[in-house]
Each structure stands twice: as C-alpha cells, then as structure tokens.
C-alpha cells in the first residue's frame, strides 16, 4: 500500500501573555538574530513602542532600523523593504501590525534571515503561516507567495491586543471559523494543504484538522465573552483562549489543512470592493465569514448547520448581507456578482478542492442564496454592539 506524505509546519516558538514584549521577549528574539528590520504601520510601531519593544532589543543585543510599511502588501513594497535591510546587514524582519505588515514581513525575513512576528492585533492568521497573499497597490488579491520558512517567534502580546479596535477581534474570529469548514472540505477531498507549493507534496495531519475544529470550538464558546473584555480594554482568560485560538491554532489549521470555498469567495469579493465606498469596506475576516455561509449552501450542507453558524456569526456581529459588508443597497447587481464569482473559481483558487469541478454559476446562486438568508438571520437577531 502506498500512502501519501503528510506535512505539518509551525514557527518554532510561540509566546502569547499580557506584557510579553516587556518581560520575555528579548531572551526569545535574539536566539533567531542580532540585527533586525524592524517593520510597521506607524499606529503599530507606537503601539509596540509603548510596549517596550525597543528597550527589550537593546537589552537582549539586538540593533535595529524602523522602517514604516507602506499601506498594502505589493511586490514592489516587499522589494523596498528587502533592499533596506539587506543594505543595513540585517539577518532578521519583525514585523509588527496586521495581516498585511505580517505578509511583507515574512517575505523580507524569508529573504533576510529569519522573521518575528509581533501581531498589534488579530484581524487575520497570517502571522503564522509560511505563505503570504499579495495584492496589487488597489487592494485587488493577486497572488499567494510561498516562503521557505514559517516564521521563527510568534509573539503576542494581549495586552497590546486588548488596546486595539475591536473591530479587528471581530474580524479575527470571522476569519478563524471558516478553518474547521474549509478544512473539513480538503480533508475529505483528499486535497493538499497550502505547504511546499508549487510541488503539492503534503496531505493533511489528522492534528491539524483537529486544530481547525478546536478552534471553532472556543470560537464559539469564548468569542462572545472576549468580545466583552476586549471591548473594555481588559485581559481576561477568554481573551486569552480567542487570541490563540485565531492566531496559533486557526493559523497553522489553515496553512497545513487547506482552504476551499470561503476564501476564494473572499477573493471574488474583493474583486468588486471597489463598489463600496472606502470608509466601509469590509474587513478580511468579515468577507471570509460570510464566505463560509455561501460554501456551506454550495456543499449543500443541512439547514441546521447553515443556521447553527449563520447565528453564532451574528452573535459576535459578523456581517449576514451585502450591505452589512458595505455594498450600497442594491448592490452588487448580477454583472458585479458574475465577477466575483468568476473570480472565485480562476485557476489556482482554493475553491477547486471542494468536492465538485466547481463552476462560475454554483458560485453565484451560492452568493445570491447566502444574502438571502443572511437577510432572514439579521431581521431574526440583533447585530449586537461591542
Ligand atoms: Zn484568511
């Protein structure tokens, strides 16, 4: 009998814990580097800088240059950056922020050295994975970039979590609940998980698809009271279990799973996000969520199951509609939607491990059905505030 190669990746440490930057970071960073790059929005760098990020670094031997990320995660700001540090003899990125500063990040440390991963908040897994999603300079997806390595350190600090807009906590459970559904679909399709590309080597562990599960699990039974304490600024157990639940274990589920239908319907989303206007654009995980409730209808999955989720969504003010995404009402009509629903099933896209040779048309009746109901789930529940 022969039986296919499974791989698992992680980083090799994760440290999660209110005031880690303060109190253990330096011992952990500079067994992976001496110079780094150190990588972020501005609002991110003022947040690890209260922290104590850089007293931690000189204190642990570690010299640095700051340098402010530009707005998206492009080809050409990836190069910027890289040229930076390889002209300052930097053998190490950290990058601080969300998804994005988490995506240029690895790339630079992949080419550099090693990379540290500071999430100033948990908007998305990428901090994670050993793969990051380029987009063009518009915020279009353009392609995902595999690297040879996952990070070195994974470092979150809750406390600095906890300060950021809760909107990204939000955000972060969204993106984290599509794993256990979009893991479940490459785990019976036999699909590879998202290493070592272009080869396709690697099969899922049963440890990862359990991880996804898991994580669905506390998704739903702490996001709510994470919400609460987040949303006062407090560190609470539950917190603590929604962080790592979003970040360590969603995010290595997702790499060494697979994805499927949700975030190729995201990617189709964000092919028509022009539509909505800037302050109300919708944020990753907002788009996967609701991405998930349109491939549960294309799995034809039972109705309680669409409901079970669809609710618990709405419960931590996850959006249900087009319009609770932004889209002004009316929008996007049947060309817009076309679109994205072509776009969700280009070559190379996730959806293609979900069971069927998924076509334009299933994508679309699939979307058009998930804005329905979700219309019935939001009239039925009020979107609560936090
Ligand atoms: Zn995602």
Same mark, same amino acid.
């Given at each position: 009998m022969h039986l296919a190669p499974k791989i698992f990746a992680t980083p090799r440490r994760y440290v999660q814990g209110p005031g880690v930057i303060r109190t253990i970071a330096g011992k952990q960073m500079a067994i992976f580097g001496r110079k780094a790059?150190?990588?972020?929005?501005?609002?991110?760098l003022e947040a690890v800088k209260e922290a104590g990020l850089y007293q931690t670094l000189d204190s642990a031997g570690i010299s640095y240059v700051i340098e402010t990320f530009g707005r998206e995660c492009t080809h050409e700001e990836i190069k910027r950056l890289t040229d930076i540090g390889q002209d300052a003899g930097c053998d190490?990125?950290?990058?601080? $922020? $969300?998804? /994005?500063?988490?995506?240029?990040? /690895?790339?630079? $440390?992949?080419?550099?050295?090693?990379?540290?991963?500071?999430?100033?908040?948990? $908007?998305?897994?990428?901090?994670?994975?050993a793969l990051s999603v380029i987009y063009t300079k518009d915020h279009v997806f353009e392609e995902y970039k595999f690297l040879n390595k996952n990070p070195a350190l994974l470092l979150v600090d809750t406390e600095v979590i906890a300060k950021s807009p809760i909107r990204y906590l939000i955000g972060g459970i969204g993106d984290a609940s599509s794993e256990k559904f979009e893991g479940e679909a490459c785990y019976r399709t036999g699909s590879k998980n998202l290493i070592e590309a272009p080869e396709w080597v690697g099969y899922t562990s049963a440890l990862s698809l359990k991880l996804c599960q898991l994580a669905y699990e506390y998704l739903r039974e702490y996001g709510e009271a994470a919400l609460e304490s987040a949303a006062r600024q407090a560190v609470t157990p539950a917190l603590e279990n929604i962080v790592e639940a979003i970040i360590l274990w969603s995010g290595a589920g997702f790499e060494c799973t697979g994805l499927a239908g949700a975030h190729s319907i995201h990617n189709g989303i964000t092919e028509i996000e022009h539509l909505i206007p800037e302050n109300k654009r919708p944020l990753h995980g907002e788009i996967v969520a609701w991405g998930v409730i349109a491939q549960l209808f294309l799995e034809n999955r039972p109705r309680k199951e669409i409901e079970e989720y669809a609710e618990w969504a709405r419960r931590v003010a996850l959006p249900m509609t087009f319009e609770e995404m932004g889209f002004p009402s009316g929008s996007p009509n049947?060309?817009?939607?076309? /679109?994205?629903?072509? /776009?969700?099933?280009?070559?190379g896209e996730t959806i293609h491990c979900m069971a069927f040779d998924i076509q334009p048309q299933w994508v679309f009746d699939a979307m058009k059905t998930a804005d329905e109901f979700g219309k019935k789930v939001a009239k039925r529940i009020p979107k609560p505030t936090f």
């Open positions: 790059i150190v990588i972020g929005g501005p609002r991110s190490l990125a950290i990058a601080v $922020g $969300g998804g /994005k500063a988490m995506d240029a990040g /690895k790339v630079v $440390g992949d080419t550099l050295g090693e990379s540290i991963m500071i999430p100033t908040q948990v $908007g998305t897994n990428a901090s994670e994975s049947d060309e817009d939607l076309w /679109k994205a629903a072509e /776009k969700a099933c280009a070559e």
